[in-house]
């Protein structure tokens, strides 16, 4: 069985994870990648301390501490008076709460090099660049995935890991698209000693105001400093020239924190991404082709647990696979029993983070921040536990 080839479509952080996984098992992994080259966009990710185990499993663990920081602190900050409404001390202590797992961040490239050399290195896995996967025939014994440049591959079974807007998903579970939140996100990166002075070096900061927010954090041993400005507009589906976004930004940022407004001065502006995510559904498989990370359960990044959703799911999924003795539909099935609810809360409590806590304004903000200054590290901690403590 296991000389028979798995397909994933889609190289992203989920998909090169779960090859690894499954070529670590004994299976033979072919994974096919829409793009020229196997690579991520060049900006920073969050790694909470549900994710390191789960590197664990693949070895690369270790490598993926030593190319990122850990911050200090994980907070948020009111864009309108400057003063913290939530701190997560990630020090010490909450390593020790979460079994010595740190808090991460980590140049997207840097993590997406260490995954794409262990595949390379692993004699199971092959990667297969420009092969944009258009469709896939269940044979039932078999798949056949059709690629846009008419090659047609065999397979046991495929999974889909190819994100949000994912081909597998539309003939999985029909034709639909993302919901829209109406924001977009800028993104920049510039050498740290160019980030105002005052910003927290050693954290991750949102500034959190109505309609917008702000997130830093260093890269990189503290080189270089990761600037993400998300906010609401209604050119949000439009491509517009640089000067246009320049006067939304400044419009939008008008009344944030001094600081805000320099960090804004810096945005690249070359480029914009409209930010979405998907309802929880089930329903993840069908047949031989399953859904797994984005492809599945979409997610907002108020938890900035996206990718580490897509990598819980690439070992869970591998190690039901492995065990199925060839009942694929079954491991499917157990799969998504599994992981629906986890990562259905975080969808559903990130929708609600967005709508309902960072983006307020007025007697809102007021609330929440008064509300937030009497909790404790302790409590804080307890509300995580749920996703640091890991599967
Ligand atoms: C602004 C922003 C900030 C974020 N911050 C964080 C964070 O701090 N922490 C975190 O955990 N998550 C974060 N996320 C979410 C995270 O980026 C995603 O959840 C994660 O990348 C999902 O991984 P994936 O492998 O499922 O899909 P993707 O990373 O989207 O990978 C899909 C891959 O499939 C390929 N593909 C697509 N279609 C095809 C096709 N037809 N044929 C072949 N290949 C195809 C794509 O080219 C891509 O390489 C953030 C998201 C955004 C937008």
Redesign the pocket.
């Known amino acids: 069985m296991r000389d028979k080839t798995i397909i994933i ?7 090169l994870c779960a090859a690894l996984a499954l070529g670590q098992s004994g299976w033979h992994v072919r994974v ?4 020229p080259q196997f690579g991520a966009i060049g900006y920073g ?3 909470g301390p549900n994710v390191p185990p789960m590197l664990a499993r693949i070895g690369v663990r270790d490598a993926v501490i030593a190319a990122s920081v850990q911050p200090d602190n994980v907070m948020m900050l009111d864009a309108f008076d400057g003063k913290p409404v939530t701190v997560v001390n990630t020090g010490a202590e909450f390593r020790a709460r979460y079994g010595g797992n740190p808090y991460l961040v980590v140049h997207r490239v840097d993590l997406h090099n260490i995954l794409v050399a262990a595949c390379k290195a692993h004699p199971n896995v092959s990667l297969d660049e420009d ?3 258009t469709g896939h025939e269940d044979h039932g014994d078999h798949v056949v995935v059709t690629i846009a440049d008419g090659r047609r591959i065999e397979g046991t079974i495929v999974i889909g ?4 807007r ?2 597998l998903r539309d003939s999985i579970m029909g034709a639909s698209e993302p919901a829209q939140t109406g924001y977009v ?1 800028h ?1 920049t990166i510039v050498p740290i000693d160019r980030a105002p002075r005052g910003v927290p070096l050693d954290d991750v900061v949102l500034w959190g105001g109505e309609g917008f927010h702000i997130v830093h954090y260093p890269l990189r041993d503290k080189t270089i400093f990761n600037i ?1 400005a998300v906010f609401e507009t209604a050119t949000y589906g439009e491509k517009m020239d640089v000067d246009a976004y320049r006067a939304e930004l400044d419009r939008t940022y008008a009344k944030s924190q001094p600081v805000m407004r320099e960090m804004i001065a810096m945005l690249d502006l070359d480029r914009r ?1 409209p ?1 979405g995510d998907r309802k929880p559904q089930r329903g993840w498989s069908k047949g031989r082709a399953v859904l797994m ?3 599945a359960h979409a997610t907002l ?1 108020s938890y ?5 959703m ?1 990598i819980e799911d690439a070992i869970v999924l591998a190690s039901l696979i492995d065990g199925c003795k060839g009942d694929f539909a079954a491991a499917f099935h157990e799969f998504e029993a599994a992981r629906l609810t986890r990562t259905a809360r975080i969808q559903l409590e990130s929708r609600h983070l967005w709508d309902r806590y960072y983006h307020l304004g007025g007697i809102e903000a007021q609330v929440r921040n008064e509300a937030e200054r009497l909790r404790t590290d302790e409590d804080v901690w307890r509300c995580l536990d749920w996703i640091y403590k890991g599967v």
């Open positions: 479509v889609g190289g992203g952080i989920g998909g096919l990648e829409q793009a990710i969050q790694l092969a944009c996967v890991a190819d994100g949000i994912s081909r996100a993104r993400v991404w930010i990370g984005d492809a990044q900035a647990q996206g990718a580490g897509a």
